[in-house]
């Protein structure tokens, strides 16, 4: 990089706890900024064009999985995340006619039904991780409900999905046989779908309601291989899995070091949906993305060459201020539409109508069942991640009063 900028960007040298100020350093001095493999950009204005113009793709699958991991490369190959069109568009409107609003919101009361026992559960310990005991099983459980899987499978459900993220994730490096852990939870998942989906076949099952049901009716319509059947719907259980994790215990992280914020929400629970929009944007669950060039292009006086590597970081567009006025304020009242913590354009996160539930649910019953929420005296561990970015570890106590004491991590106010 030449000239006197802030340096290459790595994220290893990034305070994953607080990765704000390095970003603002780039978007200052450096906002298209060539690093040691590719390019990232750190703007809103930029972030949102690459997510929106067709110059642009995901590339396929990961180049990094090992050939030895057949039903790894299998089941990642057929999530739509990696595709693009024409197959992404088959099968991102496949998963749209099996995921519609209605079916959302049809399934709140059960969603509030889980995160009740979930709370309850939190309760009755006095102290607990919100992590381990809220945040990574409740997803799981509302994908669970949505896919139609029994509820003695659902442990097991969450240990594979956890597998299976060691080659998904960046976080792989932790542990030295993690893409033999994830291969093996891709055989698990593909044997277990189809299996399904033969049982339900020789049942004759129609009117079903849940997911599988809606998918195996499209597949009749529209004739979709088995692989792609079963990698969507593995696709779908540990998709939202991490990033709607990160966003509740961020999102509760961010409010808990906010008691005055926290407590207007408790009084109006009914500006939650506003309010996670903000969350969103003030710590993004997912903080970059990547995407990678079909055609030369110019972005910020730089030429980008086809086939060139472009890393967008979404936690700090959402923090740019040319697009969000005073933006490492939390404003629960803000007009945060047009952030990127669920992607823009053709990729658009389409499970965000089901994100938002869980969240907004979610967050109303920790609040309306722990009004003594507050963090406890061990200090926030921070995943090794700064891709599906959030809390490892979350202490918190049920009883008492919230402290409002200073939070570390991005929740923190100027």
């Known amino acids: 990089m030449s000239g006197g900028g802030p340096g290459p960007f790595r994220t290893a040298d990034v305070d994953v706890a607080d990765p704000y100020p390095c970003y603002r350093r780039y978007r200052e001095e450096d906002p298209v900024h060539r690093g040691e493999d590719g390019w990232y950009l750190f703007r809103h204005a930029d972030v949102a064009r690459v997510l929106s113009s067709r110059r642009y793709g995901r590339g396929g699958p990961p180049a990094r999985l090992p050939e030895d991991c057949p039903h790894l490369h299998r089941t990642v190959a057929n999530w739509m995340v990696f595709m693009d069109p024409p197959r992404h568009t088959r099968v991102r409107a496949l998963v749209a006619k099996a995921l519609t609003p209605r079916i959302v919101e049809g399934l709140r009361p059960r969603i509030g039904e889980l995160a009740g026992g979930l709370v309850a559960e939190l309760a009755a310990q006095g102290e607990a991780d919100l992590v381990d005991g809220f945040a990574a099983p409740f997803p799981i459980l509302v994908i669970s409900e949505l896919l139609g899987v029994p509820k003695e499978d659902r442990p097991w459900f969450r240990a594979r999905a956890v597998d299976l993220q060691q080659a998904t994730s960046a976080r792989v490096a932790r542990r030295p046989d993690a893409f033999a852990v994830a291969e093996r939870a891709a055989r698990e998942f593909g044997a277990y779908f189809r299996a399904e989906f033969a049982r339900r076949r020789a049942e004759a099952a129609d009117g079903g309601t849940d997911l599988i049901a809606a998918l195996l009716a499209e597949q009749g319509r529209s004739g979709i291989d088995e692989d792609l059947l079963a990698g969507t719907c593995v696709h779908l259980l540990t998709a939202g899995h991490e990033t709607t994790t990160n966003l509740l215990a961020k999102g509760l992280l961010a409010l808990l070091a906010h008691p005055d914020r926290l407590e207007r929400l408790r009084a109006r629970p009914g500006s939650l949906p506003g309010a996670v929009e903000e969350l969103v944007r003030y710590d993004s669950p997912v903080q970059m993305i990547s995407r990678w060039t079909h055609e030369d292009d110019r972005v910020g006086g730089h030429i980008v060459r086809r086939g060139e590597k472009v890393t967008l970081v979404l936690g700090s567009a959402n923090r740019d201020p040319a697009r969000f006025p005073d933006p490492d304020r939390l404003d629960l009242h803000r007009d945060a539409r047009r952030h990127t913590g669920f992607g823009l354009g053709i990729h658009y996160c389409v499970g965000a109508p089901l994100a938002r539930a869980e969240a907004e649910i979610g967050l109303t019953a920790l609040l309306a069942g722990l009004p003594g929420l507050a963090l406890a ?38």
């Open 377 to 414: 005296d061990e200090p926030v561990r921070w995943a090794d991640d700064l891709v599906f970015h959030g809390p490892a570890r979350m202490v918190v106590r049920a009883g008492g009063r919230p402290t409002g004491g200073p939070v570390r991590g991005p929740a923190r106010e100027a």
